[in-house]
């Protein structure tokens, strides 16, 4: 924010503030209303899905970025949308984001490393009766010699194949950067993490790749 930006918020702030002290003065005892903060921005896809920023800090509830079993590229590319739309205000910068990882990934220039998905085991891989991704890989695992049980956390990258994910479930001391399944990535991955928060500014998901701005959103964030 500007200077200018910076003095209307901190003015807000300082009548919200001032509001909360007065309300409390006319409630009963024992009562109190609790200021838990003032944000810049911030938007809801629901009311359990939510993120805001403060002071140059995101607060996220429901969204992908706080879940661990999602791999480095969806996280990482869900956080730069969310700071393009909170701190710059500029749904423009957040769909060329989006695209710009999509490309990337197309084009083999992702690392290992962001492509990474952490599952933990919560039992031996044998006692599964599904055939998730992080079973199958702790499966290959062992095959390998590799010491795997309860608690493990199984760190898998998806290959190329014609097969059920499950089966394309590569751990990562085994896998080759060149064979990663780029469709998963995009459309299981960075599609998902980013598609209600884009959609909640007007982008359907199916169009971010290749439409201009819509016109609606001119005064979206003004």
Excluded: C
Aim: proline share 5%; charged share 30%; aromatic share 8%.
């Amino acid at each position: 924010m500007n200077n200018k930006e910076n003095n209307l918020f901190s003015e807000i702030k300082d009548k919200a503030e001032n509001f909360t002290l007065e309300i409390n003065r006319d409630l009963p005892e024992g009562m109190e209303l609790e200021f838990e903060g003032f944000f810049q921005r911030g938007f809801f896809v629901t009311k359990k899905r939510y993120a805001l920023i403060q002071d140059g800090n995101i607060v996220v509830k429901g969204l992908e970025l706080v879940r661990r079993d999602w791999a480095p590229i969806a996280k990482k590319t869900q956080e730069k949308v969310l700071m393009a739309l909170l701190k710059e205000g500029s749904p423009q910068k957040a769909v060329k984001i989006v695209r710009n990882v999509i490309e990337d990934i197309k084009n083999g220039k992702i690392s290992l490393e962001d492509l990474v998905i952490h599952t933990q085991l919560t039992k031996n891989p044998e006692e599964y009766v599904q055939s998730a991704p992080h079973v199958m890989a702790a499966k290959l695992a062992i095959k390998k010699g590799r010491k795997v049980g309860p608690g493990s956390i199984i760190r898998y990258v998806v290959v190329r194949g014609r097969e059920p994910i499950s089966k394309r479930a590569v751990p990562l001391e085994d896998a080759d950067i060149s064979q990663y399944d780029p469709s998963y990535y995009i459309d299981n991955q960075v599609l998902p993490a980013i598609s209600r928060i884009i959609e909640s500014i007007g982008y359907p998901k199916d169009d971010i790749m290749h439409k201009e701005k819509q016109s609606s959103l001119d005064s979206f964030f003004n």
